[in-house]
């Protein structure tokens, strides 16, 4: 036949037939291996989808948590900032009482030097008293008083002046 001459013969035909039930062996566990693997897929499908959501839900937790940790630095920001104030008004402060107490000292100091002057006055004007009372209350001098005080106070300048006199006239005498 002719057809049959085109034929392989039946033994060199096994080889081929092995060859091709490889390939479609190779072929059919490929197609099981893929479609396992989509099976695969497919069951981990919702599992990717919640991995997938729960990432979202963590990314908008974590924006949530930036923004309440910029929040918290403007807070402590803010804070140090009015602390900062506080320390200056209360260095401002100490300042002026410590301004305050040395005017106080001073000022004490002063009413301390009046007082001992007021005092002291208060002791001049009392020994001025004493002697107007004395003068108010001392016998008035009469005339006999006053011609013995003359007298008295012409005898000391007599007394004062008389050796220079005496001194003078024995030099004009002699002279």
């Not at 990717?48 to 923004?67: K, N």
């Not at 009482?97 to 009392?126: D, G, H, N």
Request: hydrophobic share 50%; charged share 20%; with cysteine.
């Amino acid at each position: 036949s002719p057809g049959a001459s085109r034929r392989a013969p039946p033994a060199a035909r096994a080889p081929m037939r092995a060859m091709r039930l490889t390939a479609f062996l190779a072929l059919f566990l490929g197609l099981l291996v893929v479609s396992a693997t989509c099976q695969e897929v497919e069951d981990l499908a919702p599992e990717l989808e919640a991995c997938r959501a729960q990432l979202a839900e963590s990314s908008t937790a974590r924006a949530s948590l930036e923004t309440r940790l910029a929040d918290a630095d403007s807070r402590v920001a803010s804070s140090r900032s009015a602390s900062d104030a506080a320390a200056s008004q209360l260095a401002s402060a100490t300042a002026a009482l410590e301004a305050e107490k040395t005017a106080t000292r001073e000022t004490m100091r002063k009413l301390q030097a009046a007082v001992t002057e007021k005092a002291t006055l208060k002791a001049e004007i009392a020994a001025l008293e004493e002697q107007l009372m004395a003068y108010a209350n001392a016998p008035t001098p009469g005339p006999l008083d006053h011609l013995a005080a003359f007298a008295g106070s012409v005898a000391a300048v007599v007394k004062d002046v008389a050796p220079g006199v005496a001194a003078e006239g024995l030099a004009t005498v002699k002279s």
